[in-house]
C-alpha cells in the first residue's frame, strides 16, 4: 500500500498547482474550504470534470428506481472513482432534492456522537455548495448525539470527496448536511439513526461514504469484500456486526479493516432495517489492484450500493384507494358531488406521486386520466382522477350513472420520470415511457407492452406517433423518460371481470 499513498501524494504535488483560485476568493468567513483536493482528486476544475466525465462513462448504469440512498466510497479518484460514479448514476439526475445528507466516519478526531457542520458552505473546485445550516442547527439542538467539531471537517475527506460528484451529476440545485461519525460505539449508531431517520424519504439523498476493505492481498480482498455486501444486503444491523466480529478473527493477513465506514453502514442498517419495502442493491465492486495505480499484494476494496423503496401497497391501501375512485365515480355521477375519502392517514396514502385511473367496460377502454406529478395526496389524486376518467377523456363520451356496475377500476402509481439515452434502457413490463418533443408529448403505462407484446421500436414507435402525435421515428430527437408502475384492478379484490 506504499505505492498507493506515493501516488496520492504525487498527484497532490501536481494538482495543488492548479487550485481553483475562483472558490478560494468566494470564500467566505465559516465556508469549509477544500482539503483533499490535490491529493484524492484534481484541483484543477476543467482537470476535475474531465475525470468527472471519463469516469461517469466508465461506470455502470442506472439499474435502480426509487434510490433513497447510495453507498460509495472516498478514496483517490484514480482507484475508486468509477466505482463511485457508478453508485451515482443510480441516482435520477433531474430531481430536485430538498437536501443531501452525506454521512461519513471520521479518519482523524473521536467523537462521543458525530459533528455537523453548520457554520457555513463547503467549497469544491467545481464551486460552492450551500449547507443547509438551518437544518443542521436545528439537528444539532434537538438531538444530544450531534454537535459542531471544527476538527471533525477540517481534514476529513470521507464528506468531500463525495461533493464533486453530486455537483457534477445532479442538475438541480441541492443543500447540504454533513455527518462525520465519531463514536465507535453502535447504540450511539442508533441514536443517530433514530435522529435522522424523518429526513429518509423520497424528497432527500442520503449518501453514505465507505471503503471496504484495508490491505490484503488482492484475492483476500475480493472474498472478504462480497462477505462484506452479503452482511450489509441482509439489511440487518446485528447480523453486519456480527459478521465484522468473526472475520476479526479470522485474521486474515495485512486486512487491518472489512469496512472503515462501518460506523456509517450500520447506521444506515438501523435506518432501513424496520421497513420490509427497502432493498440494499449491489452495484460495482472493484479494489485498487483491478486500477493502472495500484498493485495486487496489498489493495483496498471499493463497493457501491443503492437502498432503494420500489413502490407498493398492501392489500388493504390498494382496497382503499380502489374504494375511493369507485365511490368518487358513483357519487359524482349521481349528484355531482364528490364525496369525502374516509380514508386514514397511513403513509403510503398520503405520499406525493403521480397515478392513473382506468376505466374499462366489458374489456375495452372507457377512460384513462392520470399525472406523473403532483401535490395532492395520493388519496385526493386518486378521487379527481376518477372523476376526470370518467368525464373529461376526450376519446370517449362521458360516462353515465348507468353505466358505473359495468366498470373495472384499474390505478396506477407512478415512481417519478427518469431520463434515458437509449431504448435499450426500457424494461417491457416493468417501465412506462413518455415522449416529449416540443408541446407534443404522449405516455403509455407499462402493462401497454404485455397486452400488445410490442418489442422496444414498436412500443416507443407507437407512442411518439399515437399518443404524442409526432412521426413515428420522430422519438429519435425527442426527450425520453422511463417510469414504474404500482399497478392494480377491482378484478384482483372483488370478482369483477371485464
Not at 483560485?21 to 470564500?27: D, F, S, V
Not at 478473527?249 to 424496520?274: A, F, Q, R
Not at 388493504?316 to 392517514?345: N, V
Not at 430527437?477 to 377491482?490: R, W
Request: glycine share 8%.
Amino acid at each position: 500500500m506504499q505505492q498507493l499513498f506515493k501516488i496520492i501524494i504525487i498527484m497532490g504535488l501536481i494538482f495543488n498547482n492548479h487550485r481553483d483560485a475562483g472558490a478560494q476568493n468566494h470564500a467566505v468567513a465559516g465556508d469549509r474550504k477544500p482539503a483533499a483536493a490535490g491529493r484524492f482528486y484534481p484541483a484543477d476544475p476543467q482537470e476535475l470534470r474531465v475525470m468527472l466525465k471519463k469516469m461517469f462513462s466508465d461506470a455502470r448504469p442506472c439499474e435502480n428506481s426509487q434510490v433513497l440512498g447510495i453507498v460509495c466510497p472516498h478514496a483517490g479518484y484514480v482507484f475508486s472513482g468509477t466505482v463511485a460514479a457508478s453508485g451515482y448514476n443510480q441516482v435520477d439526475p433531474e430531481k430536485q432534492y430538498e437536501n443531501v445528507f452525506v454521512i461519513g466516519s471520521s479518519h482523524y478526531v473521536m467523537l462521543p456522537g458525530a459533528s455537523i457542520y453548520n457554520r457555513g458552505n463547503y467549497i469544491t473546485p467545481l464551486g460552492t455548495v450551500t449547507v443547509n445550516t438551518s437544518l443542521a442547527g436545528k439537528l444539532i439542538s434537538e438531538n444530544p448525539v450531534f454537535a459542531f467539531n471544527p476538527d471533525a471537517d477540517r481534514d476529513e475527506h470521507c464528506i468531500e470527496v463525495q461533493i464533486p460528484f453530486l455537483q457534477y451529476h445532479l442538475k438541480k440545485g441541492f443543500k447540504l448536511i454533513p455527518v462525520v461519525i465519531g463514536s465507535q460505539s453502535a447504540s450511539t449508531c442508533r441514536l443517530i439513526a433514530e435522529a435522522l431517520k424523518p429526513y429518509f424519504n423520497e424528497r432527500n439523498l442520503f449518501v453514505f461514504s465507505t471503503d471496504f476493505s484495508h490491505y490484503p492481498s488482492w484475492a483476500d480482498a475480493n472474498q472478504s469484500d462480497n462477505a462484506t455486501c452479503n452482511a450489509i444486503v441482509s439489511g440487518k444491523p446485528d447480523q453486519l456486526l456480527r459478521f465484522l466480529e468473526d472475520y476479526r478473527k479470522k485474521e486474515i493477513p495485512n486486512l487491518s479493516t472489512n469496512l472503515c465506514g462501518w460506523t456509517s453502514i450500520l447506521t444506515m442498517l438501523y435506518m432501513t432495517s424496520g421497513d420490509s419495502l427497502i432493498k440494499i442493491h449491489p452495484v460495482h465492486y472493484m479494489n485498487s489492484g483491478d486500477t493502472d495505480f495500484g498493485d495486487k499484494k496489498q489493495v483496498v476494496g471499493y463497493w457501491s450500493l443503492a437502498v432503494a423503496k420500489p413502490f407498493d401497497f398492501t392489500r388493504q391501501e390498494k382496497i382503499i384507494l380502489l374504494g375511493i375512485a369507485r365511490k368518487t365515480i358513483e357519487k359524482y355521477l349521481r349528484d355531482r358531488r364528490i364525496p369525502e375519502s374516509g380514508t386514514d392517514t397511513s403513509a403510503n396514502l398520503n405520499i406525493r406521486a403521480g397515478a392513473f385511473v382506468t376505466l374499462k367496460e366489458h374489456g375495452k377502454l372507457r377512460g384513462c386520466i392520470g399525472r406523473f406529478t403532483s401535490d395532492l395526496p395520493l388519496h385526493k389524486l386518486v378521487s379527481d382522477l376518477a372523476i376526470a376518467s370518467a368525464t373529461e377523456d376526450t376519446r370517449f363520451e362521458p360516462v353515465v350513472a348507468d353505466e358505473t356496475d359495468s366498470l373495472v377500476i384499474e390505478i396506477s402509481v407512478l415512481s417519478p420520470l427518469r431520463k434515458i439515452r437509449s431504448l435499450a434502457e426500457i424494461t417491457l413490463g416493468k417501465q412506462g415511457i413518455y415522449i416529449r418533443k416540443g408541446v407534443n408529448s404522449g405516455t403509455f403505462l407499462p402493462q401497454v407492452a404485455v397486452e400488445t407484446g410490442w418489442t422496444r421500436e414498436e412500443f416507443v414507435g407507437h407512442c411518439a406517433r399515437d399518443k404524442a402525435g409526432i412521426g413515428w421515428n420522430d422519438w429519435k430527437d425527442a426527450e425520453l423518460f422511463v417510469y414504474e408502475a404500482c399497478v392494480f384492478s377491482e378484478n384482483e379484490f372483488i370478482g369483477r371481470k371485464d
